[in-house]
């Protein structure tokens, strides 16, 4: 008989929580594994307001991020602390999800200590380096250093057998956004969830169709330098050609995205959130007639949902948004903005969608990632037994 095997996930940032939550829920509760967690600290606040919202408790924290610390000296501080702790408590497999340098200092990492490493979201590309920056690059290394590839959609999967990743190492998963946000709604439809900083009334405005609600976030490095200032001025338009809009801004906590945003404060049909927690969130979503963004799970989450969406960046690495028929990739300038959003609101709306296959998977990756693992380190055993 083989005996367990000891999966260390690790995760830094929100959205590597909400994805990765269903993987660790499925491992924990296998009996065939144990399962141990390790929070780098990347995005403190962040991420430990998703480890409360879903039950998760670090076995590690590593505490990483320090005031205006770049991506490299992040990457390096998170390879000196991962390194030995890999190698003191030697797991069978690492995992880590999507593009963050968390996720590349977990492949780094594994590679030293010479422990396999599995990659959750695995393949997406836009094949330009700069964009998104650095997750494009984290991503595509972190493909190079996995056994693993746990790939979201066939086009990620032709991607890494593009790029001559082993086919055997490649499965099509879903991606466990899915999961997540299915799960969430499900939970909150007979207790929706409070909107900290979105009085009653606006949203019964929004519920009963009084208001229509536009709901943007944006944090992405490329646009911290005049690209969220230009969208600024594209939501300000908006709000005075479409006299019933009000455009709902949970606020990124980075200082320059705050800064940018501090220009609609107070601006009659915009209001300004805080970080809102996971159910909210997903309210909003549910409730927005259009969604601009230029966050990667968003995207992801607008299109299960049925929302349109708006791509407020240059390339997107999703092409399946696009193909959704939901999705449009507009870029920053606030003319192209302002077009893309009227004219997608004079769309007639197709309504919620809460279940049946996505292009993202139909809501079982967590479940699917773990059966894997497990037939993985079955043949691993026999082979060395
Ligand atoms: N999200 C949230 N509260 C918010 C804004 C976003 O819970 O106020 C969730 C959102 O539903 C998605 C994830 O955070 O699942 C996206 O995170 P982010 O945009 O920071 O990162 P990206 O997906 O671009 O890597």
């Known amino acids: ?51 409360e919202t879903f039950g998760l408790r670090p076995d590690h924290d590593l505490d ?40 590349l200092a977990s492949a780094l990492a594994s590679y030293h200590a010479g422990i396999p490493f599995g990659h959750v979201e695995a393949g997406l590309r836009s094949h330009d380096l700069s964009q998104p920056f650095p997750e494009e690059m984290n991503r595509t290394l972190a493909g190079r250093l996995a056994a693993l590839h746990f790939a979201p959609t066939p086009r990620a999967v032709s991607n890494l057998l593009a790029e001559g990743v082993t086919a055997e190492t490649i499965h099509l998963t879903g991606n466990p956004v899915v999961d997540m946000l299915r799960r969430m709604v499900e939970q909150s439809s007979n207790c929706p969830a409070p909107v900290p900083g ?14 229509t609600l536009l709901l943007a976030t944006m944090h ?47 601006i009659e049909g915009v209001r300004l959130l805080p970080p809102l927690p996971y159910p ?6 549910c409730l927005a007639r259009l969604v601009l963004t230029d966050s990667g799970g968003v995207q992801e989450e607008a299109v299960v949902l049925g929302r349109p969406v708006l791509v407020l960046r240059q390339v997107t690495e999703r092409p399946e948004v696009l193909e959704s028929g939901l999705g449009t990739v507009v870029g920053t300038d606030p003319t192209a903005v302002v077009a893309a959003a009227l004219s997608r609101l004079a769309l007639p709306d197709r309504g919620v969608c809460l279940s049946g296959p996505t292009p993202f998977g139909e809501g079982i990756a967590g479940r699917r990632i773990a059966d894997i693992i497990r037939s993985w380190w079955s043949a691993r055993c026999r082979r060395s037994s």
Do not use: Y
């Open 280 to 285: 909210a969130f997903l309210r909003l979503l």
């Open 1 to 51: 008989m083989t005996r367990p095997i000891h999966v260390l996930t690790i995760m830094g940032t929100r959205p590597e929580v909400i994805k990765l939550a269903p993987v660790v829920g499925a491992l924990q509760d296998a009996p065939w594994a144990v399962s141990r967690l390790v929070v780098t600290g990347q995005h403190r606040e962040l991420a430990s307001t998703m480890l």
């Open 220 to 266: 992405r490095g490329e646009n911290l330098h005049g690209g969220i200032s230009q969208v600024t001025a594209a939501l300000l338009e908006l709000t005075s050609k479409v006299p019933s809009c009000v455009v709902v801004w949970p606020v990124h906590p980075n200082p320059a995205v705050r800064r940018a945003a501090a220009r609609l404060a107070g």
């Open 64 to 103: 990483m991020m320090r005031p205006n610390q770049d991506q490299g000296k992040l990457l390096a501080r998170m390879l000196t602390r991962l390194v030995p702790l890999l190698r003191s408590g030697s797991p069978d497999l690492v995992l880590a999800q999507g593009d963050t340098t968390t996720v």
């Open 198 to 211: 979105m009085d009653g009334p606006l949203l019964d405005d929004v519920i009963a169709g009084r208001k």
